[in-house]
C-alpha cells in the first residue's frame, strides 16, 4: 500500500528553521514527482516545491525561493524540506504529495489537482 508520512512540523520562532520529512512507503520515489504544498485557515492549498526524479528537476513558487530547499534520501525513501528564515506567513498545514512518471514544471506552481497521493499533514506555527 502507497503511503505518504510527513513528520518535523512545530512551533518555530520567525526567522528560525525546520526541516520536515516524507517517509515513502510501498513505492520508489525515484519513480515519482514530490510535491510539497501548504494550506493555511481559510486558504487555498497551495503548492511550494516540486522535484521530479526522472529530469531531476527541482522547482520551488516565488514565495519560498531562497529560502527552502528540497532533498531526497534514496536509501530512506524519504524528501526533506529545509526550510529556514521562516515568516508568519508561512505558517500553514504541509502535504507532501506523489505522481508517478511526472515531470515538475519550471515555470508553474505544483498544482494539487495532478497529484495522487497525500500525506497527512504535518502543522506548521511561526510565531513569536
Known amino acids: 500500500q502507497l503511503q505518504l508520512v510527513e513528520s518535523g512540523g512545530g512551533l518555530v520562532q520567525p526567522g528560525g528553521s525546520l526541516r520536515l520529512s516524507c517517509a515513502a512507503s510501498?513505492?520508489?520515489?525515484?519513480?515519482?514527482?514530490i510535491g510539497w504544498f501548504r494550506q493555511a485557515p481559510g486558504k487555498e492549498r497551495e503548492g511550494v516545491s516540486c522535484?521530479?526524479?526522472?529530469?531531476?528537476?527541482?522547482y520551488y513558487a516565488d514565495s519560498v525561493k531562497g529560502r527552502f530547499t528540497i532533498s531526497r534520501d534514496n536509501a530512506k525513501n524519504t524528501v526533506y524540506l529545509q526550510m529556514n528564515s521562516l515568516k508568519p506567513e508561512d505558517t500553514a498545514v504541509y502535504y507532501c504529495?506523489?505522481?508517478?512518471?511526472?515531470?515538475?514544471?519550471?515555470?508553474?506552481?505544483?498544482?494539487?489537482?495532478?497529484?495522487?497521493?497525500w500525506g497527512q499533514g504535518t502543522q506548521v506555527t511561526v510565531s513569536s
Open positions: 510501498g513505492f520508489t520515489l525515484r519513480d515519482y514527482a
Open positions: 504529495a506523489a505522481v508517478r512518471f511526472y515531470s515538475c514544471s519550471v515555470v508553474a506552481d505544483p498544482k494539487k489537482d495532478e497529484y495522487d497521493y
Open positions: 522535484f521530479s526524479s526522472r529530469d531531476d528537476i527541482t
